[in-house]
C-alpha cells in the first residue's frame, strides 16, 4: 500500500506544483519529472522544458534528445544526411511528427448522447451511440469524438476507422470495476487461447479491429483502467478469463496515440497486434509497480511501429516486442518487424526497459532503440524465449543507453518456459541472432550480463560495444551458449564474447559498421577504432 500512496502522491505533486519544482531537483529525479512537462498547457510546455533543463546542471545533452517539434525534424534530417544506412531511409518514413490539432471535418461531443461525468453513472451506451452515430462520418474525412472536463465511467466500448478520440486535459475516462461490462471475446489466432487462462478473454476497454486511421488523443486527459479489482481478482484466482487490455487495436493500419496519460491497466497497457503504421508518441503510462503484468506498450505481430518520447512506470516490461506463442505464433506466421524506439525514461522493479519476448514465435527483426535512460528497475535489456518457440529474434540494435540502480543491465533467457499447451514442440528451437547493443552506461548495477542461451542453439553474433557499467559484483558476467563480439566494454565481457570487433567482423555486428565509421569521421564519440 506503501508503493501506491506514494504514486498516487507523485502524480498529484507534479500535476500541482509550478514547473520550476522540477528544476530544483537531483539529477536522479529529473527525469522522472521530464515526463510531467506534458501536463503544462501547450502554450508554455517547451519554454518550459527548456529553461529547466538549461538550469539543471550536466543536463544540457539530454535537452538536445529531449526537444520538440522543429528540433527534432532538424535532428532527424541531419541523421539522415550523415548516414547512408538504409535504415534510416526506411525509419524516418514511419517515425514522423504528428499534430494532435489535425481537424477532422465533423466533431460531436460525450454529452451529447447523453453521457454523465460523475464517476457513477456508466457511460458505455453513450460511447456506444455517439461512435455509431460517427460512423456516418467515416467516408466523409472523419469524425472526432470530444470527451470534456469530467470522469466518465464507462465499459468497453469500439472505436470505428477515420476517428479521432480527444481527452481534455481534465477528462478522465474510468473503466468500469464490474467485469460484466467487459464482454469475453476470442483468443487471439496467434496465441491459441487466452494469455493466462484456457478460453477467451476480456476485451480491452478502448478496442478496435480492421481499423483505418484511428487517432486517440487529446489535451493530455487521462484513461484510468481501475485495475486494482483485476490484479485482486488476478492474486486470488477469482478469474474465468484472461484480464483485458486498456487499449487493444487489431488488424489496423494509421494509428495515432499521443498527448494522455494510461493509468492502472488490468493487464498490457497497450497492446496493437496484428496492425501496421502505428504511432506512440509522448505519452505517459502508470502503474503500481507492484501490479501484475501491466505492460507499458506491447507491439505484437506488428510493423513500422514508433514508439517516442514516452515515460513509463509500471509493474512488468515498459515495452515488450511480441509475436505469438508457441504452435500458434508459428502458424499464424506475422512478425513484428521495423519497430523504432527512442527517448524513453521509466522505471520497473520487476521486468526490462526494453524486453523481446518471450512469445516470439511469428518473429522479431529490425528493431532499432535509442536514447533510453531506466533507473531502479530489475533490467535494463532484456531477450527471453524457449524451446518451442521457434522462428527467430533478429536484426536488433540498441545504443546510447542510461542505467541506474538497476539489478541487470543486460539479460538473455533461452529456457523462459511458459507454454500455451502439451502440444507444443520443443523441437522447435528459436534463432537468435545479430544483437548489437552500444553507447550503455550505468551506475550502481549489481550485474553486467546474464547471457544465457540454449544448448545445442546458441545466440550468434551478440555484439557489445562501448558499454561502461559500474558494477557491485564480484562476477559481473555470465554467458553460456553464447557467440559474439566485443569492444571497449567495462568490466570486462565474459570468454565467448572477447573476440574484437574488428572490420573483418562489421558484417556479422547488425548495424554497427556505419556507425563507427559516422563516429570515426566527426571524430565524435566516446570510442574510436583500435586498430
Known sequence: MKTRKAFGSKIQMCRTRKWKWCCQMRREHLFNCRSTFSLFPQNQKQKQEQQC?????????????????????GLLLVVALLSDAPWAAR??????????????????????????GDGVNLNTKAFQNA?????????????????????????????????????????????????????????????????ELPGGRHQSLIYGRNLTDVIITGDNGTINGQGD?????????????????????????????????????????????????????????LAPLDSPNTDGIDPDSSDNVCIEDCYISTGDDLIAIKSGWDEYGIAYGRPCTNIIIRRLIGETRRSAG?????????????????????????TGILIKTSPGRGNYVRDI?????????????????????????????????????????KDITGENIKRAGLLEGIEGDNFLNICLANITLN???????????????????????????????SPERYSDCYHLSDHLRSSSNQKKGAWSLSW
Open 471 to 501: 558494477v557491485t559484483s564480484k562476477s559481473p558476467w555470465n554467458c553460456s551458449y553464447i557467440q559474439g563480439y566485443s569492444d571497449l566494454v567495462s568490466p570486462e565481457t565474459c570468454e565467448p564474447l572477447k573476440e574484437m570487433i
Open 53 to 73: 533543463f538549461l538550469r539543471a546542471e550536466g543536463e544540457t545533452a539530454d535537452l538536445s534528445h529531449m526537444r520538440r517539434s522543429l528540433a527534432l525534424v
Open 229 to 285: 479489482i483485476w490484479w485482486e481478482w488476478f492474486g486470488t484466482g477469482n478469474l474465468n478469463y484472461t484480464r483485458p487490455h486498456l487499449v487493444e487495436l487489431m488488424n489496423s493500419t494509421g494509428v495515432v496515440i499521443s498527448n494522455l496519460t494510461f493509468l492502472n491497466s488490468p493487464f498490457w497497457t497497450l497492446h496493437p497486434v496484428y496492425c501496421s503504421q502505428v504511432t506512440v508518441q509522448n505519452v505517459t503510462i
Open 131 to 195: 461512435i455509431f452515430y460517427l460512423n456516418s462520418f467515416s467516408d466523409k474525412g472523419g469524425a472526432k469524438l470530444f470527451v470534456p472536463a469530467g470522469r466518465w465511467l464507462t465499459g468497453s466500448f469500439e472505436l470505428i476507422s477515420h476517428l479521432t478520440l480527444w481527452l481534455d486535459k481534465d477528462a478522465v475516462i474510468l473503466g468500469s470495476t464490474n467485469s460484466a461490462d467487459w464482454p469475453v471475446i476470442d483468443p487471439l489466432p496467434s496465441y491459441g487461447r487466452g494469455r
Open 397 to 437: 540494435y540498441v545504443s546510447n543507453v542510461t542505467l541506474a540502480d538497476v539489478d541487470i543491465a543486460i539479460r538473455f533467457i533461452g529456457y523462459y518456459g511458459e507454454h500455451p499447451d502439451e502440444f507444443y514442440d520443443p523441437n522447435e528451437l528459436p534463432t537468435i541472432e545479430r544483437i548489437t547493443l
Open 354 to 378: 526494453i524486453a523481446i519476448g518471450s512469445e516470439m514465435s511469428g518473429g522479431v527483426s529490425e528493431v532499432h532503440a535509442e536514447n533510453l535512460r531506466f533507473f531502479k528497475s530489475s
Open 91 to 116: 525509419g524516418s518514413s514511419h517515425c514522423k511528427h504528428t499534430y494532435s490539432e489535425d481537424i477532422r471535418p465533423h466533431s460531436v461531443t460525450i454529452t451529447e448522447f447523453g453521457a454523465v
